[in-house]
């Protein structure tokens, strides 16, 4: 991996953490649940290498970030916010936007409510669709209405921390297993209501090995050191931002930079809505869209999971600016 360094930047009360490296025109970087600026790592070196300043932040509630508590510091406003700043402060006000999970949304609307500082952006795991004015926890509730789905259980406070942080590593190599192309759909799996996030997931042992033991301690210390009320609090903050942005049309809901997308073929993300592939059409509400690439035999951590074909297709999306 290539050397980087630690710069903090404020945005208000919130310090964020971001790792940077190279020199040139800035590439910000933006990890979702429940990770760190380290998913980023084979992205970084790879676009360091090209001549880019490459920069991959720990998101507000991760990491060396701080971690306020209450729910609606977590709204995707707040948080579009924090990378807008990260731009300004590292990449003297304009970036290439890559996001990547729930770092994706803020990644789109960084790019939607900041359109001078972003130049072009790429969703990795989920394409843009614009918030609307019923909160998606709604929606899930209908969709999932007498099963388990994991962000209905995420919204009662303190009941996911208490299950997760019992047993950090535990829980981390579980949920990334789950997630996986080896996991087999278990994030969408048919279980009771009433269970717990971890039930019937598996343990691997040993992990795939596009995450080593070493890559899993960097989680772990930070999980350990920084808990999950913050990563969770995303979650929780979907009625805040249909609140925010449901009925907002200034500016509209349509992304008018240039814009990617890139998947696993095996993201369990896909059929989140029975009957329907969320990966048919990831342009539908981007202006420019210049095109996706499914990345065969992939999972949801597309960008650790198969890193060169992620690199290959970020760098193609990059070399048509």
């Known amino acids: ?38 998913s980023w790592r084979h992205q970084m070196t790879h676009f ?39 731009i300004d402060a590292i990449g003297g006000g304009t970036a290439i936007v890559v996001g990547h999970d729930w770092g994706a949304p803020i990644a789109w609307q960084t790019a939607r409510l900041h359109v001078d500082r972003v130049s072009a952006v790429a969703g ?19 969709v999932y209405a007498d099963t388990f789905f994991y ?52 343990d691997p042992d040993p992990f795939p090995d596009w995450s080593t033991p070493d890559d899993l301690a960097v989680y772990v210390e930070a999980f350990d050191h920084g808990g999950w009320t913050g990563p969770l609090n995303r979650y929780r903050a979907q009625g805040i931002d249909a609140e925010q942005l449901g009925s907002q049309t200034d500016p509209g809901p349509m992304i008018q930079q240039p814009a990617a997308f890139i998947g696993g073929e095996l993201d369990a993300i896909r059929k989140f809505v029975p009957g329907a592939d969320l990966f048919a059409d990831p342009g539908a509400n981007c202006v420019d869209f210049r095109g996706a690439t499914i990345v065969p035999g992939a999972g949801h951590w597309v960008q650790q999971e198969a890193p060169e074909a992620t690199n290959a297709a970020l760098q193609a999306f990059v070399e048509t600016l």
């Open 151 to 202: 962000m209905k259980y995420f919204q009662a406070p303190g009941v996911a921390e208490a299950e997760l942080g019992a047993d950090n590593a535990r829980s981390l190599r579980m949920i990334w297993y789950a997630g996986s192309a080896d996991g087999d759909h278990a994030l969408i799996a048919e279980k009771p209501e009433e269970s717990a996030l971890l039930d019937g997931w598996v």
């Open 124 to 142: 990795v795991a989920v394409p843009y669709t614009p918030v609307g004015p019923v909160s998606s926890m709604e929606l899930w509730g209908a």
């Open 48 to 86: 360091a290498g090209l001549g880019f300043t490459v920069a991959a932040m720990d998101v507000r509630g991760y990491g060396g970030s701080s971690k306020p508590v209450e729910v609606e510091r977590y709204s995707l406003c707040e948080l579009a916010g924090d990378a807008a700043t990260v």
């Open 1 to 38: 991996m290539i050397v980087h360094r630690f710069e903090m930047v404020s945005n208000g009360d919130v310090d964020l953490r971001v790792a940077v490296a190279g020199e040139g025109p800035l590439i910000l970087f933006v990890h979702g649940w429940p990770e760190l600026w380290y």
